[in-house]
Nanobody, 114 residues
């Protein structure tokens, strides 16, 4: 069973920055897709940023503010979040998909106060 462990969430004021990290217990070198999703209260889980063979995709709402990066040697994927807004408040989930299965992390809470 693969484990994805996120860290770096917390409380920040609007305009501030946070960096999230996710470490996989399995090698991510061959992962097809790796990235981040989020789910706000009462809303569906949505894509934030992912990296795949098609390139890097960002949600329109975070373009220019968030940056995803990947370190396959360390089996890690990071999300740098700048200029945070209250509407970015959500539980952020790491996601990794291999050809044989896909996994989610347990989630980390990000709260942006106005």
């Amino acid at each position: 069973q693969v484990q994805l462990v996120e860290s770096g969430g917390g409380l920040v004021q609007a305009g501030g920055s946070l960096s999230l990290s996710c470490v996989s217990s399995a090698s991510t070198v061959s992962a097809n897709t790796i990235g981040w999703y989020r789910q706000a209260p009462g809303k569906q889980r949505e894509l934030v940023a992912v990296m795949s063979s098609r390139g890097t995709t960002y949600a329109d709402s975070v373009k220019g503010r968030f940056t995803i990066s990947r370190d396959s040697a360390k089996n890690m994927v990071d999300l740098l979040m700048n200029s945070l807004k209250p509407e970015d408040t959500a539980v952020y989930y790491c996601y990794v998909k291999w050809s044989w299965n896909a996994y989610w992390g347990q989630g980390t809470q990000v709260t942006v106060s106005s």
